[in-house]
């Protein structure tokens, strides 16, 4: 055979070539086709994905707003809460200030009820002490007066048994001005002059009848009648010299108690001892 002539050869190429381009085209149509078909599926997957998207998105919204209600509910619930439970504390201070105070006044109340039984108890004991002591003075005074009823019936007694001129009181004639000079021997005997004629009671003279050391007394026998008068101070002595002083505390018509001055003097002072009112 004769060799294939040019102008053949490149129609043979010129239709491989259209072939092959009209493959390739037809295999481009497929691939974008197919490539169109996979974006259109994508693009409505992608709606379909933006419509769920959308409703999650309301959902949420919702959902958001319904936290969003409650987290304001919440704030105000708790805000309430706060001032509930600062009243409440405020309220349990105060309570606690109240109770410690009532506390210190209960403490206080406690310390003055036991100064108060103290001093209960003193004057229930100084009461005591007072009811012995007066029962004491009652008795004693009991004792006094029936020591001086004695006395005074022994002097009484005494007086009865003696003569109407036994032992007289005399005036000092220094101490009456214009009084007439007593004997000597009158004096001795206590002879009593008129009681006018010392009236102050000043001067007169007389002697211990009776000594009571235990309630420190002495009875003289001079009295009313021979113008002494309660209250008047007397001199006690013996041959000249002076040994007490008594008061007159209870004054009878011939005769007159008088209490010793000085205690320690009751000791010295006799039956007989020379009596002389100074005041």
């Known amino acids: 055979m004769g060799k294939p002539k040019l102008s053949t050869i490149l129609l043979s190429l010129a239709l491989i070539g259209a072939l ?14 197919a490539r169109r078909i996979w974006v259109e599926d994508q693009l409505e997957k992608i709606k379909a994905a933006k419509v769920s998207l959308e409703q999650e998105r309301d959902e949420l919204a919702k959902v958001k707003e319904t936290l969003e209600t409650q987290l304001t509910d919440a704030n105000t619930q708790a805000k309430k809460l706060s001032e509930e439970l600062a009243t409440e504390k405020r309220s349990r201070d105060a309570v606690s200030d109240e109770l410690n105070k009532a506390r210190t006044q209960a403490s206080d109340l406690n310390k003055k009820m036991q100064m108060v039984e103290t001093e209960k108890k003193a004057v229930s004991d100084e009461l005591a002490r007072a009811k012995q002591s007066y029962q004491a003075l009652s008795n004693e005074l009991t004792t006094l007066r029936q020591a001086k009823e004695a006395l005074e019936r022994r002097v009484k007694e005494m007086l009865t048994a003696q003569s109407s001129d036994a032992e007289r009181i005399v005036v000092n004639p220094a101490a009456v001005p214009g009084a007439a000079a007593v004997p000597a021997a009158a004096a001795v005997r206590g002879a009593k002059p008129a009681a006018s004629a010392v009236s102050s009671g000043a001067g007169l003279e007389g002697k211990v009848l009776v000594v009571n050391k235990e309630f420190n007394f002495v009875v003289v026998n001079i009295g009313a009648k021979d ?8 001199e006690i002595s013996r041959s000249g010299k002076k040994i007490g002083s008594a008061q007159v505390e209870r004054l009878y018509d011939n005769m007159a108690a008088a209490t010793v001055l000085i205690e320690e003097q009751k000791g010295q002072i006799k039956e007989g001892d020379l009596v002389q009112v100074t005041s």
């Open 20 to 33: 092959v381009g009209a493959v390739v085209i037809f295999l481009d149509r497929n691939k974008e086709q």
């Open 227 to 234: 113008g002494l008068q309660s209250g008047s101070r007397v």
